[in-house]
């Protein structure tokens, strides 16, 4: 068993199904073996427009192959996506852009900052005209010189103001170090973007909650709230698609009943 482990990639072994992988939840007493299933839901009508079925624990990883799946199908040239804290990543937004998706995602707040009392990067504002950022205290933290930074990572610029910081009152709640430095992804500008996004749609998460998890609801309470019936991820991918094309022509003969649909599917 050992070494079947080692062998495995993620080192999981399920012995019930052997595609099936730990999903990474934070509800308590939710975590389960089996799979992860992405639904992109229309706003409007509540259809599935794309579906698919991984063993990747996380959400992370899905946002631009979803979001572009759901434009395709939705035959317009650009949608807005609204997703959950767990879909942003910064690669992912950046893959969306210029692709006729726009994303709307709320960050993670990853620091553990903000739960000690500390500023997080949410209170330094960032001014695209002058290239600085305001810190709480009101002083610019300006671009440093390239060669004197910390650390030769190039996807970052770090902005920082050594005069300050010394003698501010703020300092306990912004830094331990000497001065606080600010870095700044190549592609912040992107994530700049979204943030105003969902500053302009404060209620983007409701109209999530209530679209997406719709056909999830209907669809456990059909399948009786238990497992899939069938093993192997290629089974269990013919498994949910059935159950999608089911939920589908079910909601279209709900909204606008037989005689439209059929005269649909034969155009
Ligand atoms: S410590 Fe420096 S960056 Fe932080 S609030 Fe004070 S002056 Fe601004």
Redesign the pocket.
């Known amino acids: 068993m050992g070494a079947r482990l080692e062998e495995t990639p993620g080192a999981q072994v399920s012995l019930t199904d052997p595609d099936a992988r730990a999903m990474s939840s934070h509800g308590k007493g939710t975590d389960v073996v089996g799979y992860n299933v992405q639904f992109a839901v229309d706003a409007e009508h509540h259809l599935i427009l794309a579906h698919e079925v991984t063993n990747i624990g996380s959400d992370r990883a899905q946002l631009a192959s979803m979001g572009e799946k759901a434009r395709e199908a939705s035959g317009h040239e650009s949608i807005t996506v609204l997703a959950d804290r767990g879909y942003y990543s910064g690669d992912q937004i950046v893959a969306c852009d210029g692709a006729g998706v726009a994303p709307i995602v709320p960050k993670t707040e990853t620091s553990g900052g903000a739960l000690r009392g500390r500023?997080t990067i949410q209170d330094?504002v960032y001014d695209a005209a002058h290239d600085r950022y305001t810190?709480?205290?009101?002083?610019f933290?300006t671009q440093a010189k390239k060669r004197s930074t910390r650390g030769p990572d190039p996807d970052f610029v770090r902005y920082?103001?050594l005069d300050?910081?010394g003698d501010?009152?703020?300092?306990p709640?912004?830094?331990s170090e000497r001065?606080?430095q600010i870095r700044r992804w190549k592609h912040e500008d992107v994530l700049d973007a979204m943030q105003r996004r969902l500053d302009r749609m404060p209620k983007a998460m409701t109209i999530r909650r209530r679209t997406a998890e719709h056909p999830f609801g209907t669809i456990k309470a059909w399948m009786g709230a238990t497992h899939f019936l069938t093993r192997t991820l290629p089974n269990v991918k013919t498994e949910m698609s059935l159950q999608v094309l089911a939920y589908n022509l079910k909601r279209v003969i709900g909204l606008f009943g037989v005689s439209p649909l059929m005269r649909a599917i034969a155009a």
């Open positions: 500023f330094f810190c709480p205290a009101g002083h933290l920082r103001n300050v910081c501010c009152p703020l300092k709640r912004c830094t001065f606080q």
